[in-house]
């Protein structure tokens, strides 16, 4: 069961990625994946996530109307499209994927290892 968060990079103020978050060994669709960052001396926060079902979308405010999540559980990839980027920006990015086990009424939860994204002013 892996998740492998690539994508990241250097790039100027106002410049644009695209974050890939690829699944193996894991039965894709039954996980919303979420997008986490944490930039150098600071707490991990969350900036966005895609359910498993109904494709519902969900973003920290200071992200909203810059960066998209995407889904594709054909590839079995979650994307994070990042937009009109600023240096506050600048963090590590992981990818966590979250399952319920109704049965056994528990959650199983993976994280991808961090690709690092940094903003120059």
């Known amino acids: 069961v892996q998740l492998q968060a690539s994508g990241g990079g250097l790039v100027q103020t106002g410049g644009s990625l695209r974050l890939s978050c690829a699944a193996s060994g894991l039965t894709f669709d039954d996980y919303a994946i979420g997008w986490f960052r944490q930039a150098p001396g600071k707490e991990r926060e969350g900036v966005g996530c895609?359910?498993?079902?109904?494709?519902?979308?969900f973003y920290e405010d200071s992200v909203k109307g810059r960066f998209t999540v995407g889904r594709d559980n054909v590839k079995n990839i979650v994307y994070l499209y990042m937009n009109n980027l600023t240096p506050e920006d600048t963090a590590v990015y992981y990818c966590n994927g979250e399952d319920y086990i109704a049965s056994e009424r528990r959650y199983v939860e993976v994280w991808g290892q961090g690709t690092l994204v940094t903003v120059s002013s």
């Open positions: 895609i359910s498993s079902s109904d494709g519902k979308i």
